[in-house]
């Protein structure tokens, strides 16, 4: 708790100020190519994330909401969990998120390993328990050997599959896009319209919260800073873990890149048309009314955030043991 | 209903028969590597087979069920399906799938292309409909463009849909287990044990329905031939389809590839040790009680044909479009 609402303050600071100092006087950097440093804990990481076995049901893995297929998110307004329960919050994308400040539109979790634990363990969503999925794992010989090589031991723990989990997520970045081509010199890169459409965008002042190499993550902000947000999504934001009425609706800003792939847009997921949230945006967090021609602008530019996806070579997972606890999809 | 009814007589004539006539002498042979002569209709039916938005919910896809990481099945008795409903069958495996004599546990689709239909309207599974599948794809340019440069025409059709799919399943084949290197004559590619396992597998009569490349997947066969199958499940196999009392409990021959994957066993799903489907199939099938090393026997050669799994680079999906109707989840 307490890293979380330092993490939130610093980043309310750093918000307005960080990006105008940047050497190439871009408020938005490239993202860099991922760098694996130990391919076997990500290769181990990318099975995990594929692993069904880590849900009660044995039928939702990671990627059953953060789809690798569609820019790591599920396209929903909110999350299908166990049971077919219907999740409270839309999911954010696991692309480029070893960029965030913190996980989740809370940041109840400080990075990308401590989130990976709480979906497996939520009964809305995985509902399954640390022990039950560790016990699942170290039933199945190949996972022994494969945890074994990578942690050194013969005991697989929860902090061990979520280690490996986020290795891999951390690959999960999206280099290259035609904005990355333009910052990197490509003048060719984007056209007029793309070109007007971020210059807007500097100009009115999303840039004070959409910044950085992932266009966001960066900070907590509160989600209708001039005109109240309307929604009947109850989720309260950083309140609902601080109780501060100061906290109410501030969410960590989410990520600009592949906004394209990752409709619907705001953490109740009400938006699918970029350019109705390119206009809530404006008016509710900078008290502009944009023209059409402007939004259109905008969009434009946005969708060339869209970078390079990950190519992922689906795993192929070991097949259980009589000794493997099964599957309850339906008890 | 014809076809099947023919199919099905066909078949019961060819399975006493057919191996015997094999040159090599063996009622089993060797996975062929698929031959794929149309790349882009492939890779399209990939797109396809991981496409949740043929679903109603926008979160279901093909590989849902017959996911590709674990054996082309969901390792569960019966499937989960639109709203978290429960199927009434075993998911079969979609690997080498494209070997069977018809699609279904009862043959009710002649092949891979209507089988594909099937799930796509199952109010029960995808619970979507065809003409919305299409309407879908048909506001996704990068469709439009994909079925163009397949199919030569600006109209997508639930046909074209299904004929890409199963293009994609043909490609599914898993060659080159360690049984299937052992048929070309690598004498060290098993153990003794896996040998001896072959030898009573044939010796005690399984070949009579399991043989051919698919190990299985060519006939109809009564399930409970000397003893009645005990069993929950409902289904009736081919009566259900025929009407006959003679056809109860007539179901397709699983095939015996990859079979260390595909648990849990039968048209119900309800034995997840192999052992026990071994033990099961002798005394119902075949009036024999086999001993507790009778059926380690069996069960080490059957896991000799588990073969080299596809390797599956994750497609990437395009994105909706403003005009793309929208999934319901929870609607």
Partial sequence: MKKTALAVGASLLLATTAWAMKPNNEPIQPIEPAVITDPQKVELGKMLFFEPRLSKSGFISCNSCHNLSTGGSDNLPTSIGHNWQEGPINAPTVLNSS?????????RAADLKEQA???IANPIEMAFSHTLAV??????????????????????????VTDAIAAFEETLVTPNSRFDQWLRGDENALTKT?????????????????????????????MGLVEPYQTTNPSQGVAGLTGKDADRFLFKVPTLRNVELTYPYFHDGAYWRLEDAVDVMARLQLGRKLSDEEIGKIVAFLKTLTGEQPQITLPILPPSTNDTPRPQPFG
């Fill in 99 to 107: 960029m965030n400040l913190a996980q989740f539109w809370d940041g």
């Fill in 194 to 222: 793309e070109l007007e459409g971020y210059q807007l965008f500097k100009s009115i002042g999303c840039v004070a919260c959409h910044y950085g190499p992932a266009v966001g993550g960066a900070s907590f902000q509160k």
């Fill in 117 to 119: 634990a709480g979906p």
């Fill in 135 to 160: 016990e699942v794992l170290q039933s199945i010989p190949q996972y022994r050997e494969l945890f074994k090589a990578v942690y050194g031991t013969d005991e697989i723990t929860i902090d061990h």
